[in-house]
């Protein structure tokens, strides 16, 4: 399934209606609002976006995810997923879809796995951030949180700052999760940085139950997937092995401009 450019999706919250909000307001709730931002840069590997891929179709079809969603107040999410790169390369490849049991979990599962995988430039956080929050007016249904996933291998080097962006959709009140894939060694030429689960949790995630889930080994890809996604649905606790987002005001570990200085030093701009 082909995704929609940005400027398409970006435009669209702007020429929303009364009778759209009012729809919304009436429509039937769903557990969470989730929105899935997956980094598909070149600093990600072949074996990496393909991992990765099949670990949310696995996860959205499990036992266990769709226990979570039973157990829930409303028994359903909307889930939407993009794939993103520089601050302007943004695909949706799963639209906001309705999960409320087996047939339609199945039917967003094969909806990601029959996508073509891509790889672009750059890596843009704060891209992907700013480009979700509007997605959200676009959602016909109504949730009692509002989440946004961000997995990467990177730190932001494109476009605005991430804090900005992070700071403006936590106004918003919604709760941004991170997923830092930490399977390689730092190298230069890719331009990652060492401690990268510290730079999700003081740069890119945030708001109420917030939490990071790193990946440390390729084996990991598909269960930390699975456990990211349980949490969202169910709104659980961080268990003790998972990172609750440290505390907001105080002084980021690693700076949260790593990335684009990293960039500048490299190319010269």
């Known amino acids: 399934m082909g995704g929609v450019d940005a400027a398409s999706v970006a435009a669209a919250p702007g020429a929303r209606t009364a009778a759209q909000l009012s729809e919304k307001e009436a429509a039937p709730s769903v557990d969470v609002e989730l929105i899935l931002a997956v980094d598909v840069s070149y600093s990600m590997d072949l074996d990496e976006l393909a991992i990765q891929r099949e670990g949310y179709a696995q996860a959205i079809i499990s036992k266990e995810f769709l226990q979570a969603l039973k157990n829930g107040p409303n028994g359903r999410v909307a889930v939407t997923y993009f794939e993103w790169a520089a601050s302007g390369d943004q695909k949706i490849i799963i639209p906001w879809r309705l999960i409320d049991g087996p047939e339609s979990a199945d039917a967003v599962s094969a909806e990601i796995m029959k996508t073509p995988i891509r790889r672009a430039s750059r890596t843009s956080i704060s891209g992907a951030i700013t480009f979700a929050m509007p997605l959200f007016d676009e959602n016909p249904y109504r949730g009692?949180?509002?989440?946004?996933?961000?997995?990467?291998?990177?730190?932001?080097?494109?476009?605005?700052?991430?804090?900005?962006?992070?700071?403006?959709?936590?106004?918003?009140?919604i709760t941004i999760n991170g997923l830092p894939i930490m399977v390689k060694e730092p190298s230069y030429s890719t331009m990652d940085i060492e401690n990268l689960d510290w730079y999700y949790?003081?740069?890119?995630?945030?708001?109420?139950?917030?939490?990071?889930?790193?990946?440390?080994?390729?084996?990991?890809?598909k269960e930390a997937i699975r456990t990211k996604l349980l949490m969202e649905v169910a709104g659980r606790t961080p268990p003790s092995h998972?990172?609750?987002?440290?505390?907001?005001?105080?002084?980021?570990?690693?700076?949260?401009?790593?990335?684009?200085?990293?960039?500048q030093d490299r190319w010269g701009r």
Request: aromatic fraction near 4%.
């Open 242 to 263: 998972i990172v609750p987002v440290a505390d907001e005001a105080k002084e980021p570990r690693v700076s949260c401009l790593v990335g684009e200085r990293i960039w």
């Open 144 to 173: 009692l949180r509002r989440v946004i996933d961000i997995s990467g291998d990177g730190p932001n080097n494109s476009g605005s700052p991430v804090t900005i962006a992070r700071d403006t959709a936590l106004g918003k009140g």
């Open 201 to 221: 949790e003081d740069c890119v995630t945030g708001g109420p139950g917030s939490f990071v889930i790193s990946i440390k080994g390729r084996d990991e890809f």
